[in-house]
């Protein structure tokens, strides 16, 4: 019993240790948590803007759902310049 307690106490500090080491990365600028985290604000405010504008929201899910059957880029010039 001793030895498991033991153990259960090894892995709880080394996943502590972890979850310190990558708190602290996020914090440091320039570092690939921080890129994703800023990506992550850009979509989340791009998608606002988006939603928020009723013309643009159609004409981009109109996009979206015809982009699959694109198959050249003269096509999606195409469709670019139709807009």
Do not use: C, H
Request: hydrophobic share 40%; no cysteine; proline share 2%.
């Amino acid at each position: 019993m001793v030895a498991i307690n033991s153990q259960i106490s090894s892995y709880e500090e080394t996943t502590q240790n972890i979850a310190r080491d990558l708190i602290q990365a996020t914090r440091q600028k320039g570092n690939i948590f921080s890129k994703l985290k800023e990506q992550v604000q850009f979509d989340d405010k791009l998608m606002g803007w988006t939603m928020s504008n009723p013309g643009l929201r159609v004409q981009l899910f109109r996009f979206i759902d015809a982009l699959p059957a694109l198959q050249s880029k003269q096509k999606l010039l195409d469709i670019f310049n139709s807009i």
